[in-house]
């Protein structure tokens, strides 16, 4: 798909909801289209030991959220550095705003480069499916892909299907961290997804599985941002 005009997207969804996977399918569609993952980011930095990174580490294991403060800047500086605070770049943001404040701080960003989103697609899967997924997922953590051992398998096991490095396990995908990271985004969520509301630009897709989801997603966006 070829975008006719510039899309600057947020996909809301629990965790383990599949917003890594629509996105690299979504990227692979759509050349026009950059991604930022809030989650990969700060596991690139837990990942090269950075002094933000043990910060970062400390929020991560535990299931809590990073101050608002910090994340904005995270993502917006990344945001500037890659050059898509324009008015014709195209991109989607996976895991960040999280919070009403994450939002609002972003919005006040981006409309100083007339960049503000305009679509936000809430990924809806039934809560049994998401706890199943999560003791099967595996992580190449350099790009951010994701493996599932049943859905997905990487083609060789252990290793990352591009650049052949080792896959790990998130050290925050134990049951015990992720029901809580799974409250966390539950009690975020209603005022995250008002504020979109009032701003007309919230969907929602629903399916159990990432194939159902992705040709809605798709459609979706091809309907309002693709060439017809
Ligand atoms: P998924 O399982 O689909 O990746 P998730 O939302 O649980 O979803 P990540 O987005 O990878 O996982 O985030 C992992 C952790 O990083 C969070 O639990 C939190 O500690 C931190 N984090 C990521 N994004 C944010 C954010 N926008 N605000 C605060 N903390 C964040
Ligand atoms: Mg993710």
Do not use: C
Request: proline letters at 6%; hydrophobic letters at 35%.
């Amino acid at each position: 798909m070829s975008l006719v005009k510039p899309l600057r997207l947020l996909l809301l969804g629990a965790p383990g909801s599949g917003k890594g996977t629509q996105t690299s399918r979504l990227l692979k569609k759509i050349p026009q289209l950059h991604s930022i993952s809030s989650g990969d980011l700060l596991r690139q930095e837990v990942k090269h030991n950075s002094g933000f990174g043990s910060i970062a580490f400390n929020y991560i294991s535990q299931g809590k959220l990073l101050p608002d403060e910090l994340m904005t800047k995270l993502v917006v500086t990344n945001l500037k550095q890659s050059g898509w605070l324009a008015p014709d770049a195209s991109w989607l943001l996976d895991g960040f705003p999280r919070t009403s404040t994450q939002a609002e701080a972003l919005n006040k960003d981006l409309q100083t480069y007339r960049a503000e989103l305009n679509l936000v697609v809430e990924l809806d899967v039934p809560e049994s499916v998401i706890l199943e997924r999560i003791e099967n997922r595996f992580v190449h953590v350099p790009s951010g892909r994701v493996y599932n051992l049943q859905y997905n398998p990487p083609k060789v096991a252990g290793k990352d299907d591009v650049t052949g490095e080792p896959l790990t396990k998130r050290s925050d995908d134990t049951a015990e961290v992720f029901s809580k990271r799974l409250k966390q985004y539950k009690s975020t969520l209603a005022p995250l997804k008002e504020y979109y509301i009032n701003k007309g630009i919230l969907q929602m897709v629903s399916g159990e599985t990432s194939d159902i989801i992705f040709p809605k997603l798709y459609d979706l966006i091809e309907r309002e941002f693709g060439a017809h």
